[in-house]
């Protein structure tokens, strides 16, 4: 209260000081106009802001400025995407109620989009210019329609965006802009890209709801308000506000959203009251494609990587490109050498990525690979991403161990120079001769493997083109319906019942292998090439935390797939059988197992699969301790079009997302939904529903939410001692992805992001809170 008033104080105070303008009533009336010569304009009451032209590149633009502030910092701009006016326009507010500007030959064009019959014009003393009807009711404001600033008094609602200027001195649409979003929350994008990996500052206010507005109050103080006009996030410390009585908050040039204050005295300057952040360099684009920004004295300066030259030498954030004209892909007779920089960071859009690799080895299948222009190794998680051209986003010194590796071309290899190029190359070859030796012992181990398979797939052959994979030369094996009925004994040792059929434990190669062979039931039989095709798509998939198919047989009416035989179970097993639990580490490894397999069958796989019914009994635990998805793609075949949406609910209760039961279309959103209930019973260590325990308790996806809610997370785990911060991430991670609403629920790369706790999380709305359009995304 007391705080209240002492600012009611600072207000009054600061109003006294601004009032005592003198006044120019400003009504403007029909069929009055301005021209840009002799520094025309319609002032607002106080005098401190002024309407009209103002000169502008080599013409005049139409606009809002401060009058009373050297040099002119312009609020407003009509048209600020248009070719300046000449010296013989004239703005003219006509007999129709419409603000037009006539150039030459009587051509109009109008400035404040369609409004007309409007029978008076104002300039108000907060800086809106206002059109009214005859009724005095406002048709337009130009408070409706923002350009890079607002003033106090103005506020940005929902849908609506500030749009940077290019420079300082052109109010052209520049390259950033800050959206206050739907969902609530405010954020800000390079112009053209608003995804969610391209936002390099937000609010953090998606939770907020609906119809949250960004305001800007006349202390300087700027806070999000949401529906029933709560103040749900200060910018600006409301305490410390100034006495300077002006303020504005624009995104400046930079990229940057700052609040700007000033003195009435005419020559001060602005002074900043706060910014979106600190480092100039964080704006995402600020330096062009092929290039990244570093700070130099605190300003932000874009360099080219070794080999790129400026596309435009004059314009440093024009980007860069190679400094020879070849094609992209490096070809067999260029000398290139790979060279090493570190701290970069770039946006992320690898076509191949690979895990637990050494940087050395991620070198080298960068040089192995023709399509491969840059990689990027990230030493904690040792992945390595492979990526083409162009890089965008580029920084330097976002912490980190990540090293960037990029492919030059020193040379085109002649036959005369050839010898001499080749030994250089050879000693490129030596220095690197422990990453060398490395990747030739894989290779020794894959073929190893390979050899073996050989053996029991007799028909198989192995390309023996250098750069042909392991992955894609292993066909399946096709199996006949008696070998695999021997192979099972006559199908005696059942091992387990899924949705899809029965398991049998087999063996195969004459007693030397030992699998998992499934009877299909229930096959919807669109003949044997679809079969086919729907095998040799499962049979591609190679990922370590994916059950590995190994052979198929289509016989008759008989559907049978094998696959690698994992001995120790289901995870099923491990979490409901007292005898056999898994450590609060062991778990927290498992949901990251689980997440990463079905990452891979949503985003980094050829074909996308969903899995259509993910739960314990299908994930199956290998002799190491780790997870591996199990009957992924299956559930294709047991529908004929999986694009449509599902008439019959096909996962397993419980763990079906809502949508199955909407008759909504399905998409990799439902697996995620699985996810996020298994996360729970992984915790928790108990199925999603119990009855032996009191009410509340008996839904796990409501007692966790309960839970959370009441801040008492570690009733969750049976264990006494859990790391709470960890903990507290989960949690979040997995009410997220339980959210009813599919698109809330983020994707299984932010899952994994976000459990690895490389991404902030916000708290989860209640799962079943329908349907806000609000999302990790
Ligand atoms: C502006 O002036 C006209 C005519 O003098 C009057 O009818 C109208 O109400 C005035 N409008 C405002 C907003 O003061
Ligand atoms: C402002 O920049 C745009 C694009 O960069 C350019 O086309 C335009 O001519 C510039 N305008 C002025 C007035 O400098
Ligand atoms: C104004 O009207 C024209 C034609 O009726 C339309 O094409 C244009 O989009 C409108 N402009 C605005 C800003 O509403
Ligand atoms: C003036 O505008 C208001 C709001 O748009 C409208 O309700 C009113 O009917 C208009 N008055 C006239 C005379 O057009
Ligand atoms: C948001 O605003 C719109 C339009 O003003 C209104 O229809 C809607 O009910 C509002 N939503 C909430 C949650 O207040
Ligand atoms: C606005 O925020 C207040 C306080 O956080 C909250 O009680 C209220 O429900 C929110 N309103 C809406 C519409 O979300
Ligand atoms: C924002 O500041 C106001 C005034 O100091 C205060 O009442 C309010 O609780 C603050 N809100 C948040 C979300 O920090
Ligand atoms: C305005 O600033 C100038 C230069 O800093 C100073 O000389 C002058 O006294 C100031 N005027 C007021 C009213 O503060
Ligand atoms: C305003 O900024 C200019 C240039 O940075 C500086 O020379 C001048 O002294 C500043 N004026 C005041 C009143 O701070
Ligand atoms: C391109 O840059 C690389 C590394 O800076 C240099 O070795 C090479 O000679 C340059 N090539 C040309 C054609 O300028």
Same mark, same amino acid.
């Given at each position: 209260m007391a705080l209240l008033f002492s600012l009611f104080l600072l207000i009054t105070t600061c109003i006294i000081f601004t009032t005592q303008a003198q006044t120019t009533v400003s009504n403007i009336s029909l069929v009055s106009s301005l021209s840009p010569t002799g520094d025309s304009h319609w002032l607002s009451e106080s005098g401190q802001f002024a309407f009209g032209f103002y000169p502008y590149g080599n013409g005049f633009a139409i606009g809002i400025w401060f009058q009373n502030i050297q040099p002119r910092t312009v609020v407003w701009t009509a048209n600020r995407d248009e070719t300046p006016f000449s010296s013989h326009a004239t703005l003219l507010f006509n007999t129709e109620g419409r603000l037009v500007v006539q150039e030459n030959q009587g051509r109009e064009i109008s400035i404040i989009g369609n409004a007309s019959f409007a029978s008076s014009a104002s300039m108000l003393d907060t800086g809106n210019f206002v059109l009214f009807n005859s009724s005095s009711e406002i048709i337009w404001q130009s408070f409706d329609y923002p350009t890079d600033t607002i003033l106090p008094g103005q506020r940005l609602s929902p849908g609506h965006r500030l749009v940077s200027d290019v420079s300082e001195a052109n109010h052209t649409s520049g390259k950033f802009q800050i959206v206050m979003q739907p969902d609530g929350n405010l954020v800000q994008y390079p112009v053209g890209a608003v995804k969610h990996n391209t936002a390099y500052w937000s609010a953090g206010t998606f939770t907020a709801g609906d119809n949250v507005t960004m305001n800007l109050d006349n202390n300087g103080h700027l806070y999000l308000l949401n529906a029933t006009g709560f103040?749900?996030?200060?910018?600006?410390?409301? +305490? @410390? +506000? @100034?006495?300077? &009585?002006i303020h504005r908050a624009s995104i400046d040039a930079d990229g940057i959203f700052r609040v700007y204050s000033h003195s009435s005295n005419q020559s001060g300057n602005w002074s900043i009251?706060? @910014? @979106?952040?600190?480092?100039?360099?964080? &704006?995402? =684009?600020?330096? =062009? +494609?092929?290039s990244y920004c570093t700070l130099m004295d605190r300003n932000p300066i874009c360099k080219c990587l070794p080999g790129f030259d400026f596309i435009d030498p004059d314009w440093t954030d024009s980007g860069c490109r190679r400094n020879y004209s070849e094609d992209a892909c490096i070809r067999k007779d260029q000398n290139f050498e790979v060279q090493d920089m570190n701290s970069l960071s770039w946006e992320e859009d690898p076509y191949a990525t690979f895990e637990s690799i050494s940087k050395d080895d991620c070198r080298e299948e960068c040089r192995r690979?023709?399509?491969?222009?840059v990689a990027i190794y990230k030493n904690l998680k040792q992945v390595c991403h492979k990526l083409k051209l162009p890089l965008r986003f580029g920084r330097r010194g976002t912490g980190g161990r990540v090293t960037t590796f990029v492919k030059i071309v020193t040379g085109f290899q002649t036959i005369n120079e050839g010898r001499v190029k080749k030994s250089k190359l050879r000693m490129d070859f030596f220095i690197t001769g422990i990453a060398s030796l490395t990747v030739a012992f894989l290779v020794l181990a894959l073929s190893g493997v390979i050899i073996y398979r050989h053996r029991i797939q007799q028909y198989k052959r192995i390309s023996?083109?250098?750069?042909?994979r392991f992955v894609e030369d292993v066909t399946l094996k096709s199996f006949t319906y008696e070998e695999l009925k021997s192979a099972t004994n006559n199908f005696r040792d059942s091992i387990g019942r899924g949705a899809y059929g029965t398991v049998f434990r087999g063996i195969i190669s004459n007693g030397r292998r030992i699998v998992a062979i499934k009877r299909l039931e229930r096959v919807v039989d669109d003949g044997e090439r679809d079969f086919r095709n729907e095998m040799k798509a499962i049979g591609k998939t190679h990922h370590r935390n994916l059950v590995q198919l190994l052979g198929y047989c289509y016989d008759g009416t008989n559907r049978l797939l094998v696959y690698e035989y994992m001995k120790n179970g289901s995870l099923a097993d491990f979490l409901f059988k007292s005898n056999l639990k898994i450590n609060w580490e062991g778990r927290l490894a498992i949901i990251l197992n689980i997440a990463r397999g079905i990452f891979y069958l949503h985003e980094e796989c050829h074909i996308q699969i969903i899995h259509c019914d993910i739960k314990p009994e299908n994930i199956l635990m290998d002799d190491k301790g780790h997870a591996k998805i199990a009957d992924f793609g299956l559930a294709k075949l047991l529908l004929p079009n999986q694009s449509k949406t599902f008439t019959e609910i096909r996962g397993t209760r419980g763990y079906v997302a809502p949508e199955w039961h909407r008759n909504m279309p399905i998409t990799a959103k439902a697996d995620v939904y699985s996810f996020g209930v298994i996360l729970f019973e992984i915790i928790c260590c108990r199925r999603r529903t119990e009855t032996n325990v009191p009410d509340n308790e008996a839904m796990l996806v409501d007692w966790v939410y309960d839970c959370f809610k009441a801040n008492e997370v570690s009733k969750l785990v049976p264990e006494d001692e859990v790391d709470k911060k960890k903990l507290g991430r989960v949690v979040k991670v997995g009410l997220w992805c339980t959210q009813d609403e599919p698109s809330s629920r983020p994707s299984m790369k932010k899952v994994i992001l976000m459990l690895e706790g490389t991404v902030n999380i916000a708290d989860p709305p209640c799962p079943t809170s329908i349907v806000s359009s609000q999302s990790l995304e």
């Open positions: 103040i749900i996030k200060n910018f600006t410390e409301t +305490v @410390s +506000v @100034s006495c300077d &009585p009251r706060w @910014s @979106s952040t600190e480092n100039k360099c964080d &704006p995402y =684009g600020l330096c =062009g +494609v092929n690979d023709c399509n491969c222009e023996d083109q250098r750069d042909a």
